[in-house]
C-alpha cells in the first residue's frame, strides 16, 4: 500500500506492508514529472511487496480539489486509488505509537487506513458527473455571492428609506421584475452615492440571477439524459439530482450499498448499552450527499401520500423519536438512491438519449 499525503506544492508518499510498516518514503513535486516520479519510485519499492502477491494499491487522502491530477495521472496509468476520509486518516494517526504530526506521518496514517479498511470507495473519474459538479459547485458559489449582495442592498434601501426596504419581502431581492422596478426607482429619488451604489448592486444582482437561471436549466437538462429516474424519486428535483449525481461519481465504484450509504453518512451508528438498543446519527460521511439525501426526506415527510411519510410514520409508532426516524428515512433512501443510479449507469437508452 502507499500511502500519499497530498499538497498544492508538494506531495509526500509512503509505502507500508500489509501489517503497516513503513518500508519507504519520498516527496516529490506536485507537477506532471513529479506525478511519473512518484510513480517510478512506488514501482521500484514495491517490487519486491508485488514478488510476494501483494496487490500494489494507492491511498489519497479525500481532498479532490488538490489530489485531482495525481488520481488522474495514476488511473491513466492503470492504478487502483482509494480515497481516505480526512476524519479516519485523523484516527489512524492519533492511534499510532509515533506521535506528533508531519507529512511522513501523514502519508503514513493515509495508508494503514485504507488498509484498514478494505471497503472504502475507489476512485474514479467519469467526465459527465465531474462536468456536472462543477456547474452545481459554480451555481451554489454565485448563490452566495448574490445572498451577500442582497444583504448589503438591504442596508443601502433601509439607509434610503426604510419603508422602501420593509415592503419588499424577505425573499424579495432575487425576483427580476422586482429588482428591475428598483433598478429605474433608485436614480430617480435617491441621487447620491448611497443611492447609486444601490443601484450598482442591482444590476450586479441581475446578472447573478441570470446566470443562475441558466446553470439551473443547464444541470436539469444534464440530469435528464444521465438519470431520469432519480427524478421520478417524490422530493427529488433537479438540483437535488444533480447533487446526488455528483458526489457520487459512479455508483458501481461502491462494493453494495451499504457502502454508498456509509460514504453518504447515513448508516447507522450503534450506541447500545446494557439492556438498551438503539442507533444514532452519522456524523461523518460526504456531507454534500447526506444533505440532498436529508432534503428529499424532509419532503417526503410533508406529502401525506408519499411512502417516505408512511416509513417515517412507521418508525415514530415503534417508539423512535424525530432524529432516529429521520435517520431511518435516510438510510432507506441512499438503498433507493444507490439503486437508481446503478439502473441508469446501466440503462444504455437513457445515456444516449
Request: aromatic share 2%; charged share 30%.
Amino acid at each position: 500500500m502507499v500511502g500519499v499525503d497530498v499538497h498544492k506544492d508538494t506531495h509526500t508518499a509512503v509505502v507500508v506492508d500489509q501489517l503497516g510498516a513503513r518500508r519507504a518514503q519520498r516527496r516529490v513535486q506536485a507537477t506532471d514529472a513529479g506525478h511519473l516520479e512518484l510513480l517510478a519510485w512506488a514501482q521500484r519499492e514495491c517490487r519486491e511487496l508485488a514478488a510476494d502477491g501483494q496487490e500494489i494499491e494507492w491511498a489519497l487522502e479525500d481532498c479532490r480539489h488538490v489530489s485531482l491530477r495525481l488520481e488522474r495521472a495514476l488511473l491513466a496509468a492503470g492504478q487502483r486509488v482509494r480515497r481516505v476520509p480526512p476524519k479516519l486518516m485523523a484516527g489512524a494517526r492519533s492511534s499510532a505509537r509515533q506521535f506528533g504530526k508531519s507529512d511522513p506521518i501523514d502519508a503514513t496514517a493515509i495508508a494503514r487506513a485504507a488498509l484498514r479498511e478494505p471497503n472504502l470507495p475507489v476512485a474514479e473519474h467519469d467526465p459527465e458527473s465531474r462536468e456536472l459538479k462543477l456547474l452545481v459547485d459554480h451555481r451554489e458559489h454565485l448563490v452566495t455571492e448574490r445572498t451577500a449582495m442582497i444583504c448589503r442592498l438591504r442596508w443601502h434601501l433601509h439607509e434610503l428609506d426604510p419603508e422602501l426596504e420593509r415592503s419588499i419581502p424577505a425573499r424579495g431581492l432575487d425576483k427580476p421584475t422586482r429588482l428591475t422596478a428598483l433598478a429605474a426607482l433608485l436614480p430617480a429619488e435617491h441621487p447620491g452615492l448611497v443611492g447609486e451604489l444601490a443601484a450598482e448592486l442591482v444590476g450586479d444582482i441581475l446578472k447573478r440571477t441570470s446566470r443562475i437561471r441558466a446553470l439551473e436549466r443547464e444541470i436539469a437538462r444534464r440530469v435528464a439524459v444521465l438519470a431520469p429516474q432519480l427524478l421520478e424519486l417524490p422530493g427529488c428535483g433537479p438540483l437535488s439530482a444533480a447533487k446526488l449525481i455528483a458526489e457520487t461519481a459512479r455508483p458501481d465504484r461502491f462494493r453494495s450499498e451499504a457502502c454508498f450509504a456509509m460514504h453518504a453518512g447515513t448508516a447507522p451508528i450503534p450506541a447500545s448499552s446494557g439492556r438498551t438498543n438503539r442507533h444514532r446519527l452519522a456524523r461523518g460521511g460526504n456531507r454534500q450527499l447526506n444533505a440532498a439525501l436529508h432534503r428529499i426526506a424532509l419532503t417526503q415527510t410533508r406529502l401525506a401520500d408519499s411512502l417516505g411519510r408512511a416509513y417515517y410514520d412507521k418508525r415514530r409508532a415503534r417508539g423512535d423519536n424525530h432524529n432516529e426516524a429521520m435517520r431511518a428515512l435516510k438510510r432507506r433512501l441512499a438503498r433507493v438512491v444507490f439503486n437508481l443510479l446503478l439502473q441508469s449507469r446501466t440503462a444504455p437508452d437513457t445515456v444516449a438519449a
